[in-house]
């Protein structure tokens, strides 16, 4: 990819939108695309992996597995966010696994390449602590909803977090929603039918309809 066309394709992502063209021109003239196929690992808890990663297109998830197999979803990302950041300011090591949920590609910067980028502008920088201020806000909620609430009480708080006027769509497999919830998919089915039948929300193919959001 010319580094014009990366430039134009990355311009729209919050992580650069405040970003000048001289700015973009520098990220897209030091980056590297690569490809992951579909259900591919990109990085595990056995491996390093330093530098900055922004997914440019398809969907890639943070997940750890327990000692008897049984995996958990951490973060799901789609594009344009950037992901193994404490990995990108530390020596490397991850403290999960990330796969592909599709076919995707990622910018890669190199890490000295990218310590030049932030110390010629600060505002790269922040711009990553704003990101991560929000991840930490994220994986707070998930700690308190996997040790604190019962599974309705689970799935609500995910769809409140992502409705759009009362409407979600879930860009992900109920398979791999319920590895975020921390719970099997038939379980998953099972309490989304007696949500719907409380009236809690509504579905509408793909989508979750939140009554009392829109109200």
């Known amino acids: 990819m010319q ?32 490809r992951f196929p579909k259900r591919s690992l990109f990085f595990s808890e056995d491996n390093s992996a330093q530098g900055l990663h922004v997914l440019l297109s398809g969907q890639v998830k943070l997940f750890r597995l327990a000692e008897d197999g049984k995996e958990q979803t951490i973060f799901v990302f789609g594009p344009g966010e950037p992901f193994c950041l404490c990995s990108t ?22 890490p000295k390449e990218y310590e030049r980028l932030v110390r010629e502008d600060p505002s790269i920088l922040l711009t990553m602590m704003r990101v991560m201020s929000r991840r930490l806000k994220d994986a707070m909620d998930m700690i308190d909803s996997l040790s604190l609430k019962q599974v309705p009480s689970r799935l609500m708080a995910y769809f409140e977090s992502r409705h759009q006027n009362g409407r979600v ?47």
């Open 3 to 34: 580094p014009i066309d990366l430039k134009n394709e990355i311009r729209a992502f919050p992580v650069f939108a405040r970003l000048d063209e001289t700015q973009l021109d520098r990220i897209a003239s030091h980056a590297e695309v690569l």
């Open 89 to 110: 300011f530390s020596d490397g090591k991850l403290p999960a696994n990330l796969g592909a949920l599709e076919d995707s590609r990622v910018l890669f910067i190199r």
């Open 169 to 215: 769509t879930l860009d992900l497999s109920q398979r791999e929603l319920a590895k975020i919830i921390g719970i099997t998919p038939e379980a998953l089915s099972r309490t989304l039918r007696k949500m719907a039948d409380n009236g809690e929300i509504a579905m509408d193919g793909n989508d979750i309809l939140l009554p009392h959001a829109e109200a």
